[in-house]
């Protein structure tokens, strides 16, 4: 069984910051792509930032040059920093990783969710 644990959302006034993390546990034999995603009222989820096993990262155009993806293989983390926040960033945000669990067998594997709210 492997677990993803989001930390760090909350409440900002638009134009502050929020970072958010989230760590993956158990049975891990390595992970893939990880990445963030969000979902509104009333919307579809959506695709905030991807960070490939390489490093390779891919934002939203909603996002770009606003938020930055990062993780540390070592710890199984990734990182979230959102800067510039606007009302229309609020949203569950979740934590999305391709974990594989042996040689044969990846699991798509989700967080619980944290609520991001921004004021104006």
């Known amino acids: 069984q492997v677990q993803l644990v989001e930390s760090g959302g909350g409440l900002v006034q638009a134009g502050g910051s929020l970072r958010l993390s989230c760590e993956a546990s158990?049975?891990?034999?390595?992970?893939?792509?990880m990445g963030w995603y969000r979902q509104a009222p009333g919307k579809q989820r959506e695709m905030v930032a991807d960070?490939?096993?390489?490093?390779?990262?891919f934002y939203a155009d909603s996002v770009k040059g606003r938020f930055t993806i990062s993780r540390d293989n070592s710890k199984n983390t990734v990182n979230l920093q959102m800067n510039s926040l606007k009302p229309e960033d609020t949203a569950v945000y979740y934590c999305?990783?391709?974990?594989?669990?042996?040689?044969?067998?990846?699991?798509?594997?989700w967080g619980q969710g944290t609520q991001v709210t921004v004021s104006s």
């Open positions: 999305n990783a391709q974990i594989r669990v042996s040689l044969w067998r990846q699991v798509d594997s």
């Open positions: 158990g049975s891990i034999f390595s992970i893939n792509g």
């Open positions: 960070i490939t096993g390489g490093g390779s990262t």
